[in-house]
């Protein structure tokens, strides 16, 4: 627990937690009232993986523009202005929503433009926050991160549930505009952060590793996330048809549900972040992809609502350990100058995965059903995972 004090010790990381947790709790207030949006205007799993593919095709374009201004302008300055915008898109959202004024096909333009700012923000923010504690116990850092965003997807899905069934879904976008704003105050205040350098990742055994092998490490791990996301993390598109058609919930009942995954993160991150800075990541994250396509799989077949929310919340908890092991793996592994780059690899293999998993599983879905399209994903993570063991043994064998 002594690295989780020092990191929370740094006031500036300490208050990034903060504003960051406030935005993360207005996006999953949005993202509930989206799909229940997409619901009422089409009752489509299709439409649903359309939406959500909207909603992070953008990583597959965006991410590396943005790790590139990263490495190039004041991060502070371009956090302030990339939340300024998603705060000013969400409230068109919620005022066009408010006023009945809302069509799929605008729904579509409006997320996938909030997905393209989010897209190019994620690696920026990767990397403000490793200036912010100046790469003093990043991995402890960045479980204390991935706790944060676990608290929120707990918190926002209940109350974006509760918002949407009593206010409309016009709250959850208000809610997310507005939540947006203290993170940008924040980076106003932090314009001037300096940036510290840090050393790239020494495999156990071996001199300093060449950067053209950290890189290739990092390009191995970055594909086997994106099969992860795009193969495993897409039930959370699919989960308010499952909530709604098979499991017969209603939009209180469909929060909840999704909070379950939330409550797995908190406890994912508090166990990662409690053990410190983990060895071995590299033969941790194929294990954990193993473990999430076998919940997966199990998620399709029980129709008990207790017992689904329990996979839910094993599925949070793999998600949330998938996430922080790999991110951390790719800080390890990369220079400072290159820091922003190395981030927006790996966010476009976690971000680009998901639309390219809600494509093609949205297209399965809307022939076969929600649940013979994860059961189809929950194989093809297996196979990423095996593949990742057995032949990228240097990057296994790496951090």
């Given at each position: 627990?002594?690295?989780?004090?020092?990191?929370?010790?740094?006031?500036?990381?300490?208050?990034?937690?903060?504003?960051?947790?406030?935005?993360?709790?207005?996006?999953?207030?949005?993202?509930?009232?989206?799909?229940?949006?997409?619901?009422?205007?089409?009752?489509?799993?299709?439409?649903?993986?359309?939406?959500?593919?909207?909603?992070?095709?953008?990583?597959?374009?965006?991410?590396?523009?943005?790790?590139?201004?990263?490495?190039?302008?004041?991060?502070?300055?371009?956090?302030?202005?990339?939340s300024a915008a998603i705060?000013?898109?969400?409230?068109?959202?919620?005022?066009?929503?408010?006023?009945?004024?809302?069509?799929?096909?605008?729904?579509?333009?409006?997320?996938?433009?909030?997905?393209?700012?989010?897209?190019?923000?994620?690696?920026?923010?990767?990397?403000?926050?490793?200036?912010?504690?100046?790469?003093?116990?990043?991995?402890?850092?960045?479980?204390?991160?991935?706790?944060?965003?676990?608290?929120?997807?707990?918190?926002?899905?209940?109350?974006?549930?509760?918002?949407?069934?009593?206010?409309?879904?016009?709250?959850?976008?208000?809610?997310?505009?507005?939540?947006?704003?203290?993170?940008?105050?924040?980076?106003?205040?932090?314009?001037?952060?300096?940036?510290?350098?840090?050393?790239?990742?020494?495999?156990?055994?071996?001199?300093?590793?060449?950067?053209?092998?950290?890189?290739?490490?990092?390009?191995?791990?970055?594909?086997?996330?994106?099969?992860?996301?795009?193969?495993?993390?897409?039930?959370?598109?699919?989960?308010?048809?499952?909530?709604?058609?098979?499991?017969?919930?209603?939009?209180?009942?469909?929060?909840?549900l999704a909070a379950c995954?939330?409550?797995?993160?908190?406890?994912?991150?508090?166990?990662?972040?409690?053990?410190?800075?983990?060895?071995?990541?590299?033969?941790?994250?194929?294990?954990?992809?193993?473990?999430?396509?076998?919940l997966l799989a199990l998620?399709?077949?029980?129709?008990?609502?207790?017992?689904?929310?329990?996979?839910?919340?094993?599925?949070?908890?793999?998600?949330?350990?998938?996430?922080?092991?790999?991110?951390?793996?790719?800080?390890?592994?990369?220079?400072?100058?290159?820091?922003?780059?190395?981030?927006?690899?790996?966010?476009?293999?976690?971000?680009?995965?998901?639309?390219?998993?809600?494509?093609?599983?949205?297209?399965?879905?809307?022939?076969?059903?929600?649940?013979?399209?994860?059961?189809?994903?929950?194989?093809?993570?297996?196979?990423?995972?095996?593949?990742?063991?057995?032949?990228?043994?240097?990057?296994?064998?790496?951090?």
């Amino acid at each position: 627990m002594g690295d989780v004090r020092t990191s929370l010790a740094n006031r500036r990381f300490t208050a990034y937690l903060l504003t960051a947790a406030l935005a993360d709790i207005g996006y999953w207030i949005a993202y509930v009232a989206q799909g229940w949006l997409v619901l009422k205007l089409t009752n489509s799993p299709f439409w649903l993986g359309m939406v959500g593919a909207a909603s992070n095709v953008p990583f597959l374009v965006f991410s590396l523009p943005g790790g590139a201004l990263a490495d190039r302008f004041n991060r502070s300055a371009l956090v302030a202005l990339a939340s300024a915008a998603i705060s000013l898109v969400a409230l068109v959202l919620a005022v066009l929503a408010q006023r009945g004024a809302i069509t799929i096909g605008l729904l579509v333009a409006l997320t996938f433009l909030l997905g393209t700012l989010f897209a190019l923000s994620a690696p920026i923010d990767r990397a403000w926050m490793y200036d912010l504690v100046e790469g003093r116990g990043i991995g402890t850092a960045t479980a204390l991160s991935s706790l944060e965003w676990s608290v929120a997807r707990t918190l926002g899905p209940a109350l974006g549930g509760v918002a949407t069934a009593t206010i409309g879904v016009a709250a959850g976008y208000a809610a997310l505009g507005a939540l947006a704003l203290p993170l940008m105050l924040l980076a106003l205040a932090l314009a001037r952060v300096e940036r510290t350098r840090h050393s790239p990742c020494i495999s156990p055994g071996e001199p300093l590793a060449p950067k053209a092998a950290d890189e290739r490490r990092i390009v191995a791990m970055s594909l086997l996330v994106a099969a992860f996301t795009a193969s495993v993390i897409p039930y959370i598109s699919f989960l308010p048809d499952i909530a709604r058609n098979t499991l017969r919930l209603d939009a209180r009942g469909y929060g909840l549900l999704a909070a379950c995954g939330g409550i797995g993160s908190i406890l994912g991150a508090m166990m990662i972040s409690a053990l410190g800075e983990l060895e071995h990541k590299g033969r941790l994250v194929p294990m954990i992809v193993t473990g999430g396509a076998v919940l997966l799989a199990l998620f399709t077949i029980l129709r008990a609502v207790p017992a689904v929310a329990l996979v839910l919340v094993l599925m949070g908890g793999i998600d949330t350990a998938a996430w922080t092991l790999s991110n951390t793996y790719v800080q390890e592994c990369a220079s400072d100058e290159r820091r922003g780059r190395a981030n927006a690899i790996m966010l476009l293999a976690f971000g680009g995965g998901i639309p390219i998993g809600n494509l093609v599983l949205g297209t399965i879905a809307g022939r076969y059903g929600s649940l013979v399209a994860l059961q189809f994903s929950a194989g093809v993570a297996c196979a990423a995972a095996a593949l990742f063991w057995f032949g990228a043994r240097q990057a296994r064998d790496a951090a």
